[in-house]
């Protein structure tokens, strides 16, 4: 399959990768679980939500998972329109940062570089799909969640290759290749 890689440029000490994910050829099995998901879950919210209103007095535990309900009502979509942005990250000594270049103000991940503790790829259970993630203590950044292991990968092996050059601290660690 082919697929376009990463443009991978250098401004100092910060490396700078940007791609589109329109370009990228999809995980299917990931836009078919969401869909499914996103399908089954929003009537089950709407249904409750009626339940609610329409029980008179409302209950505890409709109030709640309604919360946590509509968080997966309004994610799911989400995703999917960040499926069609330009995505970019920025590792340099003093920071990281992780944004959509079409939604700037969506979710931008600006980290300070010496709270981070790794880089990983792969699933840490030896899936074959797992993804390319950023740890900064309790925080997760995946980058490139919608792109394919292959595009992924070569994205790693940049970062990697620019962390060692600049002598960077961060952990980097390859979980796919425990599994091959």
């Known amino acids: 399959m082919t697929f376009s890689e990463p443009e991978i440029t250098y401004e100092g000490k910060t490396l700078i990768a940007e791609w589109d994910n329109r370009d990228l050829p999809k995980s299917c099995l990931l836009t078919i679980a969401l869909l499914g998901f996103w399908i089954f879950w ?8 009626f339940l609610l209103f329409s029980g008179g007095e409302p209950h505890g535990f409709p109030l709640i998972w309604l919360l946590f309900g509509y968080v997966g009502v309004i ?4 995703t999917f329109l960040l499926r069609g942005t330009i995505e970019r990250i920025e590792i340099g000594d003093e920071h990281y940062r992780h944004h959509f270049l079409n939604y700037p103000w969506l979710l931008p991940k600006d980290w300070d570089v010496k709270k981070i ?23 997760k950044d995946i980058i490139a969640y919608w792109a394919e292991e292959d595009f992924r990968r070569i994205l790693f092996y940049a970062i990697q290759k620019h962390l060692s050059e600049i002598e960077s601290h961060i952990q980097i660690v390859d979980h796919s290749a425990k599994t091959k």
């Open 42 to 49: 929003t009537p089950i919210v709407l249904y409750m939500t």
């Open 75 to 78: 994610a799911v979509p989400l």
């Open 117 to 139: 503790k790794s880089i990983t790829l792969g699933s840490y259970d030896g899936e074959d799909d797992g993804t390319l993630n950023v740890s900064c203590g309790w925080r």
